[in-house]
């Protein structure tokens, strides 16, 4: 087994209840209302622990845009929680573990767990939840060069309207030592923009991006959590693809996995793997993000769709990732890398794992030479 362990989705941010790159802490925290008013974390009320209440205290179901938010004095609770009022009443959600007592995880903190599980390298990941953390996250991997490889955000609601400003500001995030760019196709969603990101206004920016020869990961969800919706954003990721065969592309999360529940399983349609099979793409595996309510560690019960997504795709188009340290609301860190180290012994071939826990990913940010054959 291979040595090099590479956690591909991990972040670092400030604390959650700062203005992290937005122009308050307001701005902020209506983004995190949003994402909030979206979850499959439940809602609790403060005083008795008891489950009461719901999604729409958050938001108008109708309306899943910033302008949909109701105001019900939305704030960042403290040990993982986000707090809320209605009717006099305090409600929460635990979307982070209860060590992250002022909701900060920063980057000392994940090389210490890191160190503890025995991973060499993780990939922080950027989104507009944690902030727009450009600079933080170059001065992170500044600080554990050795450790740490950082993406870069951009405003994707505003690529089509000012391309160059958006080229400009990955490019200056390349130059602070960043490794790739990261899009939240869900971010265009939350301002309303409803058109494809793969229009024409948008192809100065993909010209650019494409142009400076960085990973791109993307992270795609549904305009609705529906089927349809989601297969609608696979077919413009799939055009977006065939015009730039070349480009060194990761879909992250993997796939919206809720939406494939089935009789005590996954059951995945064939469509979803459309683009991958004209492509080169790779697909980030993080189920317990995901599945931890729903399934317990081992997560056996994910194992014929391992099996599936290694047949159809290769282990050296698998990547395992983690969404470190928001998972440790389910599962500690050990349990999901040993999800596949561990547990999948038997399942696949020392090869096949020693893709999936490091070696995909090494080779998608140079760290190791590419190699021609399906699996070592």
Known sequence: MTSRIIDSHAYCFPPLAQANGF???????????????????PVWRLRDRALAGDNTML???????????????????GHGRFVWTVDGEDYAKQ??????????????MLVAQMDHVGVDRAVLQVNPIMGLLNDYV?????QFPDRLLGLVSVREWRIDAEPDTELAEVERAYALGLHGLQFIVNARHRHG????????????????????????LFTIAPVEPKLES?????RIWGGWLDRYPQANV????GFPWRLFLDDGGLELPDAIFEPFRAS????????????????DFPYRELHPVIERLVEVLGSQRLMWGTDMPNVERFCNYRQTLDTFRVHCRGLLSDAEIDNIVGLSAARTFDLIPNRSSRDE
């Open 230 to 234: 989601y297969l609608e954003q696979l």
């Open 23 to 41: 122009p308050d802490a307001g701005a902020h925290l209506r983004y995190l209302q949003r994402e909030m008013a979206d979850h499959h974390q």
């Open 193 to 216: 923009v409803l058109g494809s990101w793969d229009g024409p206004a948008c192809r100065a920016f993909w010209d650019g991006v494409t142009g400076l020869g960085r990973p791109i």
């Open 95 to 108: 979307y982070l573990p209860p060590y992250l007592t002022d909701l900060s995880h920063p980057p000392q």
């Open 138 to 142: 170059a001065e992170c991997v500044r």
């Open 250 to 253: 990761v879909m992250t999360h």
């Open 59 to 77: 938001a108008d179901p109708r309306d899943r845009t910033l302008a949909g938010l109701t105001n019900v004095d939305f704030r960042a609770g």
């Open 280 to 295: 080169s793409a790779k697909l980030q595996l993080l189920f317990q993000i995901s599945l931890g309510r729903v399934f």
